[in-house]
């Protein structure tokens, strides 16, 4: 039998390990979509309250990061970019990102 001191630290370092591999998997998902889109990363920073755009439809699951781009002309854009499905979180690798600087959103 497991003693629950081995137990909690168990839990613990599963919790540790979960959280490492969801902020690694949504930064990974984040630079393949703007990889993919042609726009370059010039600062991103994860949302963990105020999820913008995203804020009242966002699961628990999913990653929301507020970014500044640059495009393939050399525009800058800002907005928003949530990585990951409602219900699979970032076992889905479903992106939508919400501009701030026009009403265009693009999944």
Request: proline share 2%; net charge positive; hydrophobic share 40%.
């Amino acid at each position: 039998m497991i003693s629950p001191t081995v137990g909690l630290l168990l839990t613990a370092c599963l919790g540790i390990l979960l959280a490492l591999w969801t902020s690694s998997q949504g930064r990974s998902m984040l630079r393949r979509w703007t990889s993919a889109q042609g726009f370059e990363i010039l600062s991103h920073e994860e949302c963990w309250f105020f999820r913008g755009p995203f804020f009242w439809t966002s699961s628990k699951g999913q990653k929301v990061y507020k970014v500044r781009l640059r495009d393939r002309e050399g525009q800058l854009r800002r907005g928003y970019v949530r990585c990951g499905g409602y219900w699979l979180g970032l076992w889905s690798e479903a992106v939508e990102v919400r501009w701030d600087d026009d009403g265009i959103s693009s999944q």
